[in-house]
């Protein structure tokens, strides 16, 4: 089982990014997929979650409007596009897939966000 998060960077406040997390190993349609954050000193943070029954999403309230979580089944992969970044959303951003029904819970080592001008 692999889940690999890619797209992070440093970038300017009010700029875009987008993360990637390709999944392998598992059937990822089926897996309930989230992004999590943690900054340095901080306990991590649910950020944005997307179902695999219907494709329904939920963001934490700081990034409700900018963040947009999304998943491409036939390519196992899920995003995080991320607009009008700030400088409080400088994190490692995670990715993790977890299923109640096969009492599964994967993790992604990380991708790091830095927001700075």
């Known amino acids: 089982v692999q889940l690999v998060e890619s797209g992070g960077g440093l970038v300017q406040p009010g700029g875009s990014l987008r993360l990637s997390c390709a999944a392998s190993g598992f059937t990822f349609s089926r897996y309930h997929m989230r992004w999590y954050r943690q900054a340095p000193g901080k306990e991590r943070e649910l950020v944005a979650s997307i179902s695999s029954a219907d494709g329904s999403t939920d963001y934490t309230d700081s990034v409700k409007g900018r963040f947009t979580i999304s998943r491409d089944n036939a390519k196992n992969t899920v995003y995080l596009q991320m607009n009008s970044l700030k400088p409080e959303d400088t994190a490692m951003y995670y990715c993790?897939?977890?299923?109640?029904?096969?009492?599964?819970?994967?993790w992604g080592q990380g991708t790091q966000v830095i927001v700075s001008s």
């Open positions: 993790n897939a977890f299923s109640i029904a096969f009492g599964n819970d994967y």
